[in-house]
């Protein structure tokens, strides 16, 4: 007679991913993913290490369930910003400013997704949801040559454009270099400073009319 997982046993087991997962998660936010190790995550879940590869075959594919996870995360609220209230350059605008406001409030968390050299697995996961944001500034520029907003021609290159600006303005400021700036009192980039930067640049690109004062 075959063995059958009870139903407690796969709750129990998916309660205990589930945690691992957040203390994964937890790691990549204070350390990024060179901080990541089994070792470390078997004993800040407070598990044998033996124990991770009975829910994860390796360090490479726990570390693409956390980066999806937190992309996810990210990809949702813009989603939400994008496509609210307001014109189309208006949820622009409400959108970057949210997006790197969030990256700032968890810098090392934004930069290892950003940036930090990963596993070719997760660097997989990097580009794939870069399609995803790029999927949201598609249909948002769409909205925008429909509302009279922008005027933009070639929606998925200006999309991946779009995708590419907003990743690369905030890796120098998300960088563990800017980071020891600030922690050492010396002159840095601000959030606003960067944040007015991007926004205005991205209205430009799509050729949004000018605020009449620069968006924080």
């Not at 990549?28 to 190790?37: C, Q, Y």
């Not at 021609?153 to 990743?167: E, Q, R, S």
Request: charged share 20%; glycine share 6%; with cysteine.
């Amino acid at each position: 007679m075959a063995y059958r997982t009870s139903e407690s046993r796969i709750e129990r087991d998916q309660a205990l991913r589930e945690h691992i997962l957040d203390c994964a998660l937890h790691q990549v936010a204070d350390g990024g993913f060179s901080a990541l190790t089994m070792t470390s995550l078997a004993s800040s879940a407070g598990i044998a290490t033996g124990s991770l590869y009975r829910h994860f075959p390796g360090k490479a594919a726990l570390a693409c369930e956390v980066f999806a996870r937190a992309t996810r995360v990210e990809i949702d609220s813009l989603k939400t910003a994008f496509f609210g209230q307001g014109d189309a350059a208006q949820r622009l605008s409400r959108g970057l400013t949210q997006f790197a406001a969030r990256a700032w409030q968890s810098r090392q968390l934004a930069y290892a997704l950003i940036a930090e050299p990963v596993e070719s697995e997760v660097d997989a996961q990097r580009l794939r949801y870069r399609e995803a944001y790029a999927e949201l500034f598609i249909r948002l520029i769409r909205q925008g040559n429909e509302d009279g907003s922008f005027t933009v021609y070639n929606i998925p290159v200006t999309a991946a454009f779009m995708v590419g600006t907003v990743a690369e303005s905030l890796i120098g400021p998300l960088s563990p270099q800017a980071r020891a700036l600030r922690a050492s009192g010396l002159p840095s980039e601000s959030l606003e400073s960067v944040t007015r930067a991007l926004t205005l640049f991205c209205l430009r690109a799509l050729g949004a009319k000018e605020p009449d004062h620069a968006p924080l």
